[in-house]
């Protein structure tokens, strides 16, 4: 499966397209370490664990494309598929999450463009986590580009499981046995039973080291 190319040029086009899908992954990811940076000065505690990056493949975005009947072109990639380039930010704990999404919606250059909030309405599978779609200008010589990038936030209880959930569906091809996906609905309630309870104990932790530096 390839993305169709008619001449030289095109190709130059789907490096430059990668290029600068690749610039606005690093320009979000510089932001975020910035941002994880100030929060350790101001409040000695840093909300993102770890970040996580990637460009979706050639094949992957042609699989996408054919699915929502579009053509296999560099112009439709652009347009049509909003994951390109993705960033996933690994957090402790749930209130984390949106502590982490306010930082990056206040950011003047960073454009929102939708949030998709799977942790309030988590799907059926049970999977949680925080998208949001954005865009973030790059600036090349002659030109800026607003490039999209999809933001997944979540904890490190939720981001285990998505990724056993991942590597299980592709092993089945998106039709696991029924007793698989009842086990693994019912894993993504003690992953979430975890963080609720994960947060109440730094919450109490928290709450004691004010009291004792109030002593």
Same mark, same amino acid.
């Given at each position: 499966?390839e993305l169709? *190319?008619? =001449?030289?040029?095109?190709?130059?086009?789907? &490096?430059?397209? @990668?290029?600068?899908y690749? #610039?606005?992954? !690093?320009?979000?990811?510089?932001?975020?370490?910035?941002?994880?940076?100030?929060?350790?000065? *101001?409040? =000695?505690?840093?909300?993102?664990?770890?970040? &996580?990056?990637? @460009?979706k493949?050639?094949? #992957?975005?042609? !699989?996408?494309?054919k699915?929502?009947?579009?053509?296999?072109?560099?112009?439709?990639?652009?347009?049509y598929?909003?994951?390109?380039?993705?960033?996933?930010?690994?957090?402790?704990?749930?209130?984390?999450?949106?502590e982490?999404?306010?930082?990056i919606?206040?950011q003047?250059?960073?454009?929102?463009i939708?949030?998709?909030d799977?942790i309030?309405?988590?799907?059926?599978?049970?999977?949680?986590?925080?998208?949001?779609?954005?865009?973030?200008?790059?600036?090349?010589?002659?030109?800026i580009?607003?490039?999209?990038?999809?933001?997944?936030?979540?904890?490190?209880?939720?981001?285990?499981?998505?990724s056993?959930?991942?590597?299980?569906?592709?092993?089945?091809?998106?039709n696991?046995?029924?007793h698989?996906?009842?086990?693994?609905?019912?894993c993504?309630?003690m992953v979430?039973?975890?963080?609720?309870?994960?947060?109440?104990?730094?919450?109490?932790?928290?709450?004691?080291?004010k009291?004792?530096?109030?002593?």
């Amino acid at each position: 499966m390839e993305l169709r *190319v008619e =001449r030289d040029s095109d190709v130059d086009s789907w &490096k430059e397209v @990668i290029l600068i899908y690749n #610039s606005a992954l !690093k320009q979000i990811a510089t932001k975020l370490e910035i941002l994880n940076d100030e929060f350790q000065h *101001v409040h =000695r505690y840093n909300p993102i664990e770890h970040i &996580k990056s990637r @460009i979706k493949t050639a094949e #992957s975005i042609v !699989k996408k494309l054919k699915r929502h009947g579009y053509e296999s072109t560099i112009e439709n990639m652009v347009k049509y598929v909003n994951d390109i380039a993705g960033i996933r930010v690994i957090c402790s704990f749930t209130s984390d999450i949106y502590e982490i999404a306010d930082m990056i919606s206040n950011q003047r250059d960073i454009r929102v463009i939708s949030v998709k909030d799977y942790i309030v309405k988590p799907k059926d599978s049970g999977y949680k986590s925080y998208h949001m779609l954005v865009t973030v200008p790059v600036y090349l010589s002659d030109r800026i580009v607003d490039t999209k990038v999809e933001i997944q936030i979540r904890t490190v209880a939720m981001d285990f499981w998505a990724s056993l959930e991942h590597k299980i569906h592709y092993k089945f091809e998106g039709n696991a046995p029924d007793h698989i996906r009842d086990e693994l609905v019912e894993c993504a309630r003690m992953v979430s039973d975890l963080d609720d309870r994960m947060l109440s104990l730094n919450e109490q932790v928290q709450r004691f080291q004010k009291v004792y530096q109030d002593s």
